[in-house]
T-cell receptor, first 115, second 112 residues
């Protein structure tokens, strides 16, 4: 098992551009979460999928953010018209339904810098 | 509204001694608590967890204590090793709601 993977690891973009991040979960983990972490803070919840269904979205997830998980496997997080305030580490975590569902395993993150 | 608080931003401990990291929470609905360790440029790594029906859980050098009446938990690392130097995050959840609420972290430095 290779763990949760995220791509790219780093992304630098100009304000106003669109960016997309990908998360590949631990195999058989049907729950997938996105978090955002800024400097000096802990990770903050953004959204959550169970299989392909998006079950919860944080108020932090503005209309410029969209997440998908087609077929219940990998997930993508897209940010449209990026702003400097979007600069952060975006973390993906997964867990297995029915066993320690509250234990989430994190990927290495994608660090976004908006210039 | 910070529901999970780690009031010590940093802690320095000598190798071989005990490290005690503290965490306080305000939401009495939280019933599951976790500790994660994070190295720079990596995602958080799960360390240990505890359900609210217990007051202690131990895994090797790591022990988590939960005091529900005080809404306080702590992570003990004994003996501390230089490789333990990292940022430690406390997290809490309400079971079956899936969302983890994190504290702001404590940076632990273990020196020889």
């Amino acid at each position: 098992d290779t763990g949760v993977s995220q791509n790219p690891r780093h992304k630098i973009t100009k304000r106003g551009q669109n960016v997309t991040f990908r998360c590949d979960p631990i195999s058989e983990h049907n729950r997938l979460y996105w978090y955002r972490q800024t400097l000096g803070q802990g990770p903050e919840f953004l959204t959550y999928f169970q299989n392909e269904a998006q079950l919860e979205k944080s108020r932090l997830l503005s209309d410029r953010f969209s997440a998908e998980r087609p077929k219940g496997s990998f997930s993508t997080l897209e940010i449209q018209r990026t702003e400097q305030g979007d600069s952060a580490m975006y973390l993906c975590a997964t867990s297995l339904d029915g066993r320690d569902t509250d234990t989430q395993y994190f990927g290495p993150g994608t660090r976004l810098t908006v210039l | 509204d910070q529901q999970v608080k780690q009031n010590s931003p940093s802690l320095s401990v000598q190798e071989g001694r005990i490290s005690i990291l503290n965490c306080d929470y305000t939401n009495s609905m939280f019933d599951y608590f976790l500790w994660y360790k994070k190295y720079p440029a990596e995602g958080p790594t799960f360390l240990i967890s505890i359900s609210s029906i217990k007051d202690k859980n131990e895994d090797g050098r790591f022990t988590v204590f939960l005091n529900k009446s005080a809404k306080h938990l702590s992570l003990h690392i004994v003996p501390s090793q230089p490789g333990d130097s990292a940022v430690y995050f406390c997290a809490a959840s309400i079971r079956n709601t899936d969302k983890l609420i994190f504290g702001t972290g404590t940076r632990l430095q273990v020196f020889p």
